[in-house]
């Protein structure tokens, strides 16, 4: 017998406030990973910054929150470019979902921001993205021949200098890989077949930085894996929280894209794991928030429109809501070369260091 979600309806956010309802939310109910759904890939990226500034300005000293922005596909035929970092980045979310269900996975909270057409979109199987996964750690034995062979198998590209992801280039006993996933490049040091060390380094100034005691190689997305049965929940661990934004267009989107057999195949996880949060301004009718069966819990948190005093963000300076909070500044979310750069940066980092490689083609 499946047990219901707990699914609570919060009414009266504008919004601005949405990243900071989130926030608290996230604060409120600790969880390792919290899957925010939204309806296009341009609210998803003002809300991945919003609730990562939030996050921060609350809890400054805490575990650095990692948010990413899982995108959609690009259609063929468009910008490769854009199509190889679109995928890229799926990937990279893939590996942290992956990362969360196992023993050593990270103590840092998870946020996932999406939209409705990136999460029915195909992801490779669980176990055979696992198997592509290549894991290099300091001090561990890694043949230098048989590590190429690999990164070939791979796909990445063998260039003169390592400066994109996907890119690797050989010096002597040096090999310097930027793994799909990562937000930099790094550098193995090789003493035979030992690795004797792992540095981050600058992909413009090609200067090494701190030493990291791992990393993970995943492969490019150009090399094609099985698609998973059940979509992105297998990778969900138990006990994500979602969170639907406006739920009422949300059924729209599901609607327009016809393909809400697939958003079934999440209901299982739904209904044994997750709690449910609908966000809205209005008390609007939807789907996943009107069930005959279940009492929903309604909030009203106009009050958080009207009293909040905490940084404004974009999006607030975009909308006619009441909240006029003092400051304007999201200047965190773009740290400073040579600051410390926790996963929380990683979509930016990312983004910048392809337009980095961009401008020298």
């Not at 998803?44 to 990692?66: M, R, S, T, V, Y």
């Not at 010096?171 to 799909?180: F, K, L």
Request: with cysteine; hydrophobic share 40%; proline share 8%.
């Amino acid at each position: 017998m499946s047990v219901s979600p707990r699914r609570h309806k919060l009414t009266g956010i504008c919004p601005p406030a949405r990243g900071a309802i989130v926030a608290g939310l996230m604060r409120a109910q600790p969880a390792t990973l919290w899957l925010v759904l939204a309806r296009d890939g341009k609210l998803a990226d003002a809300l991945a910054e919003d609730i990562a500034f939030f996050h921060h300005n609350a809890e400054p000293k805490g575990d650095a929150l990692a948010a990413y922005v899982f995108p959609e596909n690009m259609p063929e035929g468009g910008d490769m470019r854009e199509a190889f970092a679109a995928s890229s980045d799926r990937l990279a979310v893939l590996s942290r979902l992956r990362s969360l269900r196992t023993p050593a996975a990270p103590k840092s909270p998870t946020l996932i921001v999406t939209t409705p057409e990136a999460l029915l979109q195909p992801v490779p199987a669980l176990q055979e993205f696992a198997s592509s996964e290549l894991v290099l750690a300091r001090g561990s034995t890694q043949p230098f021949a048989q590590l190429l062979e690999r990164l070939q198998a791979l796909d990445y590209d063998s260039e003169a200098v390592c400066e994109a992801p996907g890119h690797y280039a050989v010096r002597g006993g040096i090999i310097d890989v930027y793994p799909i996933t990562a937000s930099q490049p790094y550098r193995l040091d090789f003493f035979g077949d030992e690795i004797e060390d792992i540095r981050a380094f600058d992909p413009v100034t090609q200067r090494s930085g701190e030493s990291v005691s791992s990393i993970t190689l995943a492969s490019s997305p150009r090399v094609k894996l099985a698609p998973s049965s059940t979509g992105l929940a297998d990778y969900l661990p138990a006990g994500t929280q979602l969170v639907f934004i406006e739920p009422a267009t949300l059924d729209e989107s599901f609607s327009a894209l016809a393909r809400t057999e697939a958003l079934a195949k999440l209901q299982p996880f739904i209904d044994a794991n997750a709690t449910l949060y609908g966000l809205s301004d209005l008390d609007e009718a939807a789907a996943l928030f009107n069930p005959p069966d279940l009492a929903e819990t309604t909030w009203t948190a106009r009050a958080s429109c009207t009293t909040a005093t905490t940084p404004t963000t974009r999006s607030s300076r975009r909308s006619g809501c009441a909240w006029r909070p003092r400051r304007a500044t999201v200047s965190w979310i773009r740290p400073p070369r040579g600051s410390a750069r926790g996963t929380a940066w990683c979509l930016s980092s990312r983004r910048r260091a392809r337009s980095s490689a961009r401008r020298r083609f």
